[in-house]
């Protein structure tokens, strides 16, 4: 895949998939109204818009670098011709998932929601049997043993502390 029509469909992506997940659903769930905040105190808010502001960029900068690294995109029916292992992909080997599951637990948390809590861990439940099942296989198959280096270097879910350098 050329690399503008791959920077296009991560954009429609991340318009479509990201975007609903994370903003639609939460808004559908809650209408973003603030319940009282959890153990009654403004600190699990302030870390709730943490989570939101720190799940963003993850997000972002994950989708870009499977167009303009990977030339591909995040969605399975055009996925990237190379294997995308820089940016927060040296720490984990799901930033994508890890940054829409950060925005919506932060959004659980800074309305007071614990519906929203309940779907950010459907959520991840949803996405880590996708990984196991079809992700981590189909990765496999077509990246051989550089994948397997990675899968032996970088954990799927709890981030490294220290970036992962590809041998």
């Known amino acids: ?3 503008p029509v791959a920077i296009l469909g991560s954009a429609v992506f991340f318009v479509v998939v990201p975007c609903a997940i ?3 659903v939460p808004w559908w769930i809650t209408r973003w109204q603030f319940r009282d905040p959890f153990l009654g105190t ?3 808010q302030a870390v709730g818009v943490t989570l939101i502001v720190a799940g963003l960029p993850g997000l972002v900068d994950s989708i870009r670098r499977f167009a303009v690294e990977g030339f591909g995109t995040p ?3 055009a996925p990237t011709q190379i294997l995308v292992v820089t940016g927060f992909y040296r720490h984990v080997r799901n930033p994508m998932y890890l940054s829409v599951l950060a925005i919506i637990l932060g959004q659980g948390l800074l309305f007071g929601d614990w519906r929203l ?3 950010g861990a459907a959520f991840w439940t949803i ?3 996708f990984v196991i099942a079809y992700e981590e296989p189909t990765l496999h198959h077509a ?3 550089e ?3 990675y899968q032996r270097n970088v954990p799927r879910w709890l981030p490294r502390l220290t970036p992962w350098r590809k041998g």
């Open 1 to 3: 895949m050329r690399k």
């Open 127 to 129: 996405c880590h049997l």
């Open 117 to 119: 809590v309940a779907y």
């Open 75 to 77: 969605a399975p029916v």
């Open 147 to 149: 994948y397997e280096a």
């Open 42 to 44: 403004w600190v699990t």
């Open 143 to 145: 990246f051989s043993a």
């Open 22 to 24: 994370a903003g639609l």
